[in-house]
């Protein structure tokens, strides 16, 4: 896996913009220009990858839902980029009879069926326009890159595949069945991208067993299939460096409940918690009343501000997994050094201004021409550099004035050391009725956490008391019942979730940390240095790489894809550590995991690691889905 | 997905960096024909060969097939550039002549020819974009138009980096030709007798042309031969060094005056281009700056007609005034009056 997914995705898409040839590297080729159509699948699919103008740059000149209203561009190709479902096909047919285009490419998502197929035959026989469509192709791209190495599932639609829709407690064997469906097409497609079938580890009883046995043989049919298979071919010696195949560790989101409602103190996570963040981009309000209105005006208008996390924003690259008082100081520094730029380009323009009329101008010339030069043509790069320390500016601050709101840093603090078992400083009921520290939410995560760590079922007293004081503050205590029958289901008596040994080491209490003049004083908020510690999810990853023996994980199934006879047993056939992991999360993940693995993967040399879930949702989404799940 | 057709073989797309993209377009074309079969069968027919006449013949004057002839003329002028690049940047030694090298006549005309070409690829463009403007079609058939006359003007654009960074070198070779061969009569002339100097270099002043300092020194340089040709039996041993050395650094002045114009000269080169650029900018800040003036205009009409109301306003409550006044003296009056009636 020399080239990331991302890579290879985008690589993918291009070619298929290209007509499904590989697009040339000569700069002054001949532009052809196309129209590309889309459904939502295809636009969250292309979206994080490409921008508008990369697209303009391989000749799009336009791009549309295929669902909207189009109309006729009679000598133009049309790229079409959609999932086969029933709609979709008919709209598509729709076009055909409507003779929209000059010719027509078709590329599915996912794989079609034969009935579509002949659907679409048919409507292009009706249209007399069989010859126009030139070629049809199954891209096998279901699932969105967000990161070099991550990805998800879906974006649309999540709420069929979601930990609710799983878990419910009145879903039926159909329903399951087809879930279990969608998740493996994604991850067969998954796997298609990558050029590697993987061998496969799941835990037992539990959803992510039925999704890898389905996987299994799904990936098995098609590698029997020797005419059709689609592990063959050059790719496979030419693109894989290593010899060996990736890991691919299935876990579920029931061996671990306690990380998705954690709050968290990373930079991209933080974007992820507190404001609207979706597929790299975050939206925001502006102006918000810090100013008071004059008396009279009207109240000012917010406005959404949307931004782009690309993967070209180096900041962006280099901070996300840095904890918020880092970053804070980072874009403090990168303004810094903007301004000098700045003022470099601006004195250099009162020399010039000066030794205009000077004879000895020419010798002065030299030196500043060049100067001049290169000051001029810095100038784009500067303006890019301005706009991005601006974004960063914003959200920052944003995210700096809720944290400052809901005492994040509190929160985070208390949670750590309960996941951690460390002694606490303070009760939890004083936290939990302390009235400004939080929303009623973020109290109810809080309890939850401890709900979910705690060695010894809290008394019944106890209980009581803790949800008096929640109902005080205002929660909704569903989540609480589910939790408790999630925790009677699952074997706590073994393998109690144990988060390891986290530090959290406070740095000054009420520390005005950062330098004066800064922007950003964050009096009153704590600098918490973390410790590296590991979640279960980085641990079972851990284990089954590294070979190790562990209780948990001893008795987790063994696919392997390529052998001839599937087996029951558990036992690895191989010895060797893994180089390469691909862990994915049924059920749902989140930043958290995703930075926790990512530090994994940079503390051991030479290990890959890729995170991919079925879908991702923030705190707020989770404890909505388990308030659901606990009113049934 | 069965596979169970019995002709049809799928195509595995395989390339280096593995994307698995099945074709199926002969799949889709084996569909086509198993319904077209099901309808014989089921007797539902199309007439299928009526409509593929008439709709072959598309409009000769539409927007794409002019925009497409654009295309290929550009396509035509980067094919003829590349085609003569060796032969145009080939360093043409002074020694000589080989067949393929090209005149400077001939590089002339091809810059020429290619300059007026690209002139009209580009009238073309703005003419189609003016028409396409005009036309009034729907949005998206305006979008769609707008990009690919984008895409045509960069393309063009490529093209005419290739030509300038091929005349860029040229013009490099010949300054540095010029001053090789500058410099080369000169050593002959201070290592032969200098008798029959003078027509070399006044071909080498020739070539100069602008430089009237150092022609001039060369005319003296000439004339300091000349003399030395008439007294040259009278010359000491001394003398012909003196004159030697007069003659280096005469020769060493000149080129330190040549060099400091070749520098200014490249300097006047890249302030022209900052120029271009500054210019650029300035435009673009022109239409800012129209918004900002109309805004502007308008906010001093408001502030007039805001003066003028409050100047109203400001008579109308004197007015008020007055009348207020005038009805509370009336009805003490009134009140005066009354009491004096009264009693």
């Known amino acids: 896996?020399?080239?990331?997914?991302?890579?290879?995705?985008?690589?993918?898409?291009?070619?298929?913009?290209?007509?499904?040839?590989?697009?040339?590297?000569?700069?002054?080729?001949?532009?052809?220009?196309?129209?590309?159509?889309?459904?939502?699948?295809?636009?969250?699919?292309?979206?994080?990858?490409?921008?508008?103008?990369?697209?303009?740059?391989?000749?799009?000149?336009?791009?549309?839902?295929?669902?909207?209203?189009?109309?006729?561009?009679?000598?133009?190709?049309?790229?079409?980029?959609?999932?086969?479902?029933?709609?979709?096909?008919?709209?598509?047919?729709?076009?055909?009879?409507?003779?929209?285009?000059?010719?027509?490419?078709?590329?599915?998502?996912?794989?079609?069926?034969?009935?579509?197929?002949?659907?679409?035959?048919?409507?292009?026989?009706?249209?007399?326009?069989?010859?126009?469509?030139?070629?049809?192709?199954?891209?096998?791209?279901?699932?969105?890159?967000?990161?070099?190495?991550?990805?998800?599932?879906?974006?649309?639609?999540?709420?069929?595949?979601?930990?609710?829709?799983?878990?419910?407690?009145?879903?039926?064997?159909?329903?399951?069945?087809?879930?279990?469906?969608?998740?493996?097409?994604?991850?067969?497609?998954?796997?298609?991208?990558?050029?590697?079938?993987?061998?496969?580890?799941?835990?037992?009883?539990?959803?992510?067993?039925?999704?890898?046995?389905?996987?299994?043989?799904?990936?098995?049919?098609?590698?029997r299939d020797a005419r059709n298979s689609l592990f063959t071919g050059d790719n496979m010696a030419a693109g894989q460096f290593s010899f060996q195949r990736p890991l691919f560790v299935l876990a579920d989101r029931n061996v671990d409940m306690a990380t998705p409602l954690h709050h968290t103190w990373t930079y991209q996570a933080l974007i992820h918690d507190v404001l609207d963040f979706h597929l790299n981009r975050v939206m925001m309000e502006e102006g918000a009343g810090a100013e008071p209105s004059p008396a009279g005006a009207r109240p000012k208008k917010k406005s959404r501000r949307t931004y782009d996390l690309t993967a070209a924003d180096r900041f962006w690259q280099k901070h996300k997994g840095s904890p918020f008082p880092e970053v804070a100081e980072s874009v403090q520094e990168q303004l810094d050094r903007y301004r000098a730029q700045e003022d470099e380009v601006k004195r250099l323009k009162s020399i010039m201004g000066l030794e205009g009329e000077d004879e000895g101008a020419i010798s002065m010339l030299s030196d500043n021409t060049a100067k001049l030069t290169s000051a001029v043509s810095s100038l784009p790069e500067l303006l890019e550099k301005k706009r991005l320390i601006d974004l960063h500016t914003n959200v920052a601050t944003a995210i700096l004035d809720h944290i400052k709101s809901r005492k994040l840093d509190v929160y985070f603090e208390y949670e750590e050391k309960l996941m951690s078992k460390s002694t606490l400083d303070k009760s939890l009921l004083d936290i939990i009725s302390d009235p400004d520290a939080g929303t009623p939410e973020d109290k109810m995560r809080l309890f939850l956490i401890y709900y979910i760590t705690a060695q010894l079922v809290p008394s019944e007293s106890d209980l009581e008391q803790y949800k008096t004081a929640l109902l005080d503050t205002g929660c909704d205590l569903s989540p609480l019942n589910y939790i408790k029958q999630w925790k009677a289901f699952t074997k706590m008596a073994a393998t109690p979730a144990n988060y390891g040994n986290s530090g959290v080491k406070p740095m000054g209490l009420f520390s005005r940390v950062m330098n004066t003049g800064s922007q950003f004083v964050m009096e009153g908020v704590k600098n918490l240095v973390l410790k590296q510690h590991n979640i279960p999810v980085t641990r079972i990853l851990d284990n089954l790489m590294e070979m190790k023996s562990h209780p948990e994980t001893d008795d987790y199934r063994y696919f392997d894809p390529k052998m001839l006879r599937g087996s029951e047993s558990s036992i690895p056939r191989n010895k060797n550590p893994f180089q390469e992991a691909v862990v994915f999360v049924v059920g749902g993940g989140n930043y958290i995991e995703y930075q926790n693995l990512v530090d994994y993967a940079k503390s051991k040399q030479g290990k890959k690691v890729i995170y991919g879930c079925s879908e991702l949702f923030n705190a707020a989404q989770f404890i909505k889905q388990l308030s659901q799940l606990g009113q049934k | 997905m069965t596979s169970s057709i019995g002709d049809v073989s799928v195509c595995?797309?395989?390339?280096?960096?593995?994307?698995?993209?099945?074709?199926?377009?002969?799949?889709?074309?084996?569909?086509?024909?198993?319904?077209?079969?099901?309808?014989?069968?089921?007797?539902?027919?199309?007439?299928?060969?009526?409509?593929?006449?008439?709709?072959?013949?598309?409009?000769?004057?539409?927007?794409?097939?002019?925009?497409?002839?654009?295309?290929?003329?550009?396509?035509?002028?980067?094919?003829?550039?590349?085609?003569?690049?060796?032969?145009?940047?080939?360093?043409?030694?002074?020694?000589?002549?080989?067949?393929?090298?090209?005149?400077?006549?001939?590089?002339?005309?091809?810059?020429?020819?290619?300059?007026?070409?690209?002139?009209?690829c580009s009238e073309a463009i703005k003419q189609l974009r003016n028409e396409a403007e005009k036309k009034i079609t729907s949005t998206q058939i305006k979008e769609h138009r707008g990009a690919v006359l984008d895409l045509i003007e960069k393309y063009l654009r490529g093209v005419c980096k290739l030509y300038s960074e091929q005349r860029a070198i040229r013009v490099k070779r010949m300054v540095d030709k010029k001053r090789l061969s500058r410099l080369a009569p000169e050593h002959h002339s201070r290592v032969e007798k200098p008798r029959e100097v003078e027509p070399v270099e006044g071909k080498t002043v020739?070539?100069?042309?602008?430089?009237?300092?150092?022609s001039e020194v060369l005319d003296n340089t000439v004339e300091h031969l000349w003399e030395e040709v008439r007294v040259e039996d009278e010359l000491s041993p001394e003398e012909i060094q003196m004159f030697e050395q007069e003659n280096q650094r005469l020769v060493s002045e000149m080129n330190n005056l040549v060099d400091e114009v070749r520098q200014i000269e490249g300097k006047v080169v890249e302030i022209s281009r900052l120029q271009e650029i500054f210019a650029e900018k300035v435009l673009q800040q022109e239409s800012e700056i129209d918004n900002i003036h109309q805004l502007v205009v308008g906010a001093t009409e408001n502030v007039k007609e805001g003066n003028e109301d409050i100047r109203e306003a400001i008579k109308n409550n004197a007015g008020f005034r007055v009348w207020i006044l005038f009805f509370l003296v009336m009805c003490s009056f009134s009140l005066l009056f009354l009491d004096w009636y009264d009693s």
């Open chain 2, 12 to 120: 595995l797309q395989g390339c280096s960096s593995a994307n698995m993209a099945v074709d199926i377009t002969l799949l889709f074309k084996a569909s086509v024909k198993t319904v077209k079969t099901r309808n014989k069968a089921i007797g539902i027919g199309f007439d299928s060969t009526k409509d593929e006449i008439f709709k072959r013949s598309r409009p000769k004057s539409g927007f794409s097939p002019r925009a497409k002839e654009v295309i290929s003329n550009i396509t035509k002028l980067k094919d003829f550039l590349l085609q003569h690049r060796k032969d145009y940047v080939s360093a043409g030694s002074l020694i000589s002549s080989d067949l393929t090298r090209m005149t400077d006549n001939e590089r002339d005309q091809i810059d020429q020819d290619a300059q007026i070409f690209m002139r009209t």
């Open chain 1, 1 to 223: 896996m020399a080239a990331s997914v991302r890579e290879k995705q985008t690589v993918a898409l291009k070619r298929m913009l290209n007509f499904n040839a590989p697009p040339l590297k000569n700069t002054t080729a001949e532009p052809v220009w196309k129209v590309l159509i889309y459904d939502r699948f295809g636009q969250d699919i292309i979206s994080p990858l490409l921008s508008v103008k990369e697209l303009r740059d391989m000749g799009i000149t336009l791009h549309l839902l295929l669902h909207s209203d189009r109309d006729p561009i009679p000598d133009v190709p049309a790229v079409y980029f959609v999932m086969p479902t029933e709609e979709n096909i008919d709209r598509i047919c729709q076009d055909l009879r409507n003779q929209l285009y000059e010719s027509y490419y078709l590329n599915f998502i996912s794989a079609i069926s034969r009935s579509k197929l002949e659907d679409i035959a048919s409507a292009a026989l009706a249209a007399n326009a069989v010859t126009q469509v030139t070629k049809v192709f199954d891209q096998y791209l279901n699932f969105i890159t967000l990161e070099d190495d991550m990805f998800i599932l879906c974006h649309q639609n999540k709420e069929l595949i979601s930990y609710h829709a799983i878990n419910r407690a009145d879903i039926q064997d159909t329903d399951m069945e087809s879930i279990m469906d969608t998740i493996v097409d994604s991850l067969f497609c998954f796997f298609v991208t990558l050029g590697a079938v993987p061998i496969i580890r799941c835990p037992r009883g539990n959803a992510a067993e039925m999704v890898a046995e389905k996987l299994d043989k799904k990936l098995r049919e098609n590698l």
């Open chain 2, 206 to 214: 020739k070539e100069e042309g602008s430089e009237k300092s150092v």
